[in-house]
């Protein structure tokens, strides 16, 4: 990724809690305060602070870390696709 990239990404991107609504509609738990851990760099966080793109298809949820695609959410007609791959964990509240 050369600077002009950078420069893209870091003016499509929100923080994590404008993502709030969707999760919330995902999980029906507000998740913003959810802690999560990255797995690839081991960071620690709430998924509040996680570098939200929301101009992709869907969402997409980054480490501001080392920028690994945390989680992915997609929403089609029928059917939403989580993809949390990126993350070790996250802490849902029962
Ligand atoms: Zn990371």
Redesign the pocket.
């Known amino acids: 990724m050369d600077e002009q990239d950078g420069d893209v990404n870091r003016a499509l991107m929100l923080d994590g809690n404008a993502a709030g609504g969707m999760l919330y509609d995902l999980f029906t738990a507000e998740m913003t305060a959810a802690p999560t851990e ?1 797995a ?2 081991g ?1 620690t966080g709430e998924i509040g602070t996680l570098l939200a793109f929301t101009q992709a298809p869907g969402l997409v949820l980054r ?1 501001p ?2 920028e ?1 695609t945390v989680v992915r959410i997609v929403r089609t007609g029928e059917f939403t696709y989580l993809d949390a791959r990126g993350a070790v964990y996250l802490r849902i509240a029962r």
Request: hydrophobic share 0%; aromatic share 0%.
């Open positions: 990255c690839s760099c960071r480490c870390s080392c690994n």
